[in-house]
């Protein structure tokens, strides 16, 4: 059984900085990406950045140059180091997981979600 376990989650100062953690277990396939996303209330799901199973990596533009994505492979971990950190940034942050199985089929799973605030 595939779990996502996120944390680094908070309640942070404008400007301030937080790290999530996103450990993958149960994972027998291999990861074809790794990926955050994030939910305001009252408002879609989007992609905050992503990174392949290559390295590459990708970001929306409003968290570029602010935002890292970065990954361990060996531990199945993905991380997101926030900086400069806004109030718009405040949103549940989701972990996502893509991986690809023997006969070029995906699966997608998705962590419980962590919270992260930031104050004005």
């Known amino acids: 059984q595939v779990q996502l376990v996120e944390s680094g989650g908070g309640l942070v100062q404008a400007g301030g900085s937080l790290r999530l953690s996103c450990a993958a277990s149960?994972?027998?396939?291999?990861?074809?990406?790794m990926a955050w996303y994030r939910q305001a209330p009252g408002k879609q799901r989007e992609l905050v950045a992503a990174i392949a199973s290559g390295g590459s990596t990708n970001y929306a533009d409003s968290v570029k140059g602010r935002f890292t994505i970065s990954r361990d492979n060996a531990k199945n971990t993905v991380y997101l180091q926030m900086n400069s950190l806004k109030p718009e940034d405040t949103a549940v942050y989701y972990c996502n997981v893509v991986t690809l199985g023997p006969f070029e089929n995906e699966h997608e799973y998705w962590g419980q979600g962590t919270q992260v605030t930031v104050s004005s």
């Open positions: 149960g994972i027998i396939f291999d990861i074809k990406a």
